[in-house]
């Protein structure tokens, strides 16, 4: 392909990449840019494509690898990792807010919890704990499937009667 068709041939997709792009991000700033970034490459990466090849299915896969690997970077970068002795900050109690109604609507949501039967509220607390479903059904002495069935009720019970607190 002649540099200049090829060059000409990646302007021409500008349109369909953004669709791709928005349809991946769900935002156009972030579909713009990752239009600008699979254009680049595309362009950086002439030399690699073979005439023989679908050139807008190669540009598609350039703009999802990119969008993979930007995915992968912002979760690695993302990723908190407690380094303190005996990992202070994962084990400590972490409030859902600093301000005195944040502290009154936590003990407000833990009374509705405690009117909750217990065969339903313990392995709802202990699955926000951090148990694991097979933990929870070994400590309790139940079926798997029970504890799923009851913390997925106890999810909707608390929804519909927390729902002023959305």
């Known amino acids: 392909m002649a ?17 791709f792009a928005f349809k991946l991000t769900s935002d156009k700033d972030k579909a713009s840019d990752l239009v600008q970034d699979t254009t680049l490459k595309a362009l950086d990466s002439e030399d690699k494509f073979a005439e023989n090849v679908n050139f807008k299915g190669w540009l598609f896969t350039i703009m999802r690898n990119i969008f993979i690997n930007n995915y992968r ?12 002795e005996g990992l202070f900050h994962l084990n400590s109690a972490q409030e859902a807010s600093e301000t005195p109604d944040g502290s009154y609507t936590v003990s ?59």
Do not use: W
């Not at 970077?73 to 303190?84: F, L, M």
């Not at 392995?123 to 499937?145: C, N, S, T, W």
């Open 3 to 19: 540099k200049k068709t090829f060059k000409n041939d990646v302007i021409g997709m500008q349109g369909n990449l953004m669709s």
């Open 73 to 84: 970077r912002s979760v690695r970068e993302n990723t908190v990792s407690d380094t303190t």
């Open 108 to 166: 407000e949501i833990s009374e509705i919890i405690q009117k909750i039967p217990q065969e339903f509220s313990k392995p709802f607390q202990m699955h926000v704990a951090g148990y694991k479903y097979e933990e929870i059904a070994d400590q309790l002495g139940l079926p798997l499937g029970t504890v799923k069935s009851r913390i997925f009720t106890t999810r909707h019970q608390l929804r519909a009667l927390l729902k002023d607190y959305r």
